[in-house]
């Protein structure tokens, strides 16, 4: 079949697409590598990845194309499926005999409800998606399909047998070949990252057991499946070879870290390579370990600290120890290595003076940048389940983000109301970049490095505004 995978046009700057952590508008512009299309996409032979927000596609570039192609494979999450229902709708005007499926976490949990509330989806694929599409694009019959949830001719909804787990990783084919295909590669950027950069996945699932976390509880499992050191360093060189001016390589696995003696490989590897390289890393990983990988290229780790309160990590599952993350991030410092530190506010167990106790263990730490979330109970989580039974979560706020596509703080407390949640945010990106340590070290880097000077001064205005929104985001609420 003519097969389009979409990530469809939503709200401005919303980057909660195929490869997005969270679903909403972010303080700064960033855009993600959409890897969970592209990764079907590249089974998918003469297949077409269109991914409309970073390039800043219209529905009217998109709908002349409707009669080009027979399946449309379009990624959703659990903010954007209303307005992804809606493009679905303008396709099937423009091409009535267009079959269109959904991805993504919130259609793997919640597949008949999806298919129930959206009658213009003809099907839904659920865990490990990726050759469930390949049979669907092939033309196989849908009844015979594992993994698949669809709408029968006469409006019944089936709900196959579940595909088996994918054990061999090093089956899938490369992302970066649909990449390079099919996207302009610049378009994509994160604030913390050399830019232009490249991700894709070494593996999928985590070992750790977060109680919030979306996608090892939803799409990855908690098994740290992997492909082999020679499958990934293949991919690279194919990296390096087509995407000669890239300035860093970002490995977008749950937790890279989660095989020790596999990241020093993979590691040594690049290191023979020259390539500046991230990955996303739990906060306990010793120190001999982060002297190998910074002494092959690695310059920053991308690490969810969530809390510095002890209690709301036991809270959330964690499994981490406030003061083993304190000596994992004095080894850093000591190495070199930079962290993008992410935390999370009104998580259970918040207090106001628990706020306060992470910002200080923030401030104190002291992550070359952070970003901050509001903790967002999503379908299909420990802590979706437990908002529910606790009386946390209400309809009124289970849209996690506004009109304007910024986050809202979908939790609250007896004690601690939305509001306060939903403020607290800005206090924390306030008390942690408004001091003068920190302002000192980032002009310090933009007087070195021009790059750096533009590139610093555009975050400023967009950080800025993304102030503005929020206030204005609080005043509607």
Request: proline share 5%.
């Amino acid at each position: 079949m003519r097969t389009l995978f979409l990530q469809a046009p939503t709200f401005d700057g919303f980057d909660g697409g195929a490869g997005a952590r969270y679903q909403a508008r972010r303080e700064i512009k960033s855009f993600w590598f959409p890897t969970w299309l592209a990764q079907p996409a590249a089974l998918v032979p003469g297949s077409k990845l269109i991914d409309a927000p970073p390039h800043g596609i219209t529905m009217g570039d998109i709908l002349p194309q409707a009669n080009d192609f027979d399946l449309c494979v379009m990624h959703t999450s659990t903010p954007s499926f209303a307005s992804d229902v809606k493009v679905a709708e303008m396709l099937k005007q423009a091409n009535p005999n267009l079959k269109i499926g959904l991805i993504g976490a919130k259609v793997a949990v919640q597949p008949d409800e999806s298919l129930r509330d959206a009658p213009v989806i003809d099907w839904v694929a659920r865990n490990d998606f990726d050759f469930t599409i390949k049979d669907v694009a092939e033309g196989l019959d849908w009844a015979t399909i594992k993994g698949l949830s669809y709408r029968t001719a006469d409006g019944l909804i089936v709900h196959n047998d579940d595909r088996e787990v994918l054990e061999d990783m090093d089956s899938l084919p490369f992302v970066s070949e649909v990449y390079k295909r099919d996207l302009d590669w610049k378009k994509y950027f994160i604030g913390y990252l050399k830019h232009p950069y490249v991700s894709f996945y070494t593996g999928r699932g985590c070992k750790s057991r977060c109680t919030f976390c979306l996608w090892p509880q939803t799409v990855g499992g908690h098994r740290y499946r992997t492909r082999s050191v020679e499958h990934v360093i293949a991919e690279v060189k194919y990296i390096l070879a087509n995407f000669p001016e890239m300035q860093e390589l970002f490995f977008d696995d749950d937790t890279f870290t989660d095989d020790l003696p596999r990241a020093e490989a993979i590691a040594k590897e690049l290191g023979k390579l020259g390539v500046t390289w991230s990955c996303n890393a739990k906060a306990n990983v010793p120190y001999a370990s982060l002297k190998v990988m910074r002494e092959n290229g690695l310059r920053l780790l991308l690490v969810g600290y969530e809390s510095g309160n002890q209690q709301i990590l036991h809270n959330i599952k964690k499994g981490m120890r406030v003061e083993v993350a304190r000596q994992f991030t004095k080894d850093c410092h000591e190495l070199g290595i930079a962290i993008h530190g992410t935390f999370i506010v009104g998580l259970p167990g918040e207090t106001r003076e628990t706020i306060q106790e992470t910002i200080k263990f923030a401030i104190e730490t002291n992550p070359h940048t952070i970003q901050v979330s509001l903790a967002a109970p999503y379908p299909g989580t420990y802590l979706w389940n437990q908002a529910e039974k606790e009386g946390w979560l209400d309809t009124a706020h289970t849209e996690y983000v506004d009109a304007h596509g910024v986050q809202i703080a979908p939790l609250h407390y007896p004690h601690l109301s939305h509001e306060e949640i939903f403020k607290a945010v800005e206090e924390f990106y306030r008390k942690f970049y408004f001091r003068v340590p920190k302002i000192a070290s980032i002009c310090g880097e933009m007087v070195r490095d021009r790059q750096m000077l533009v590139r610093r001064l555009r975050e400023g205005v967009e950080f800025f505004r993304f102030l503005k929104e929020r206030k204005t985001a609080a005043k509607a609420a």
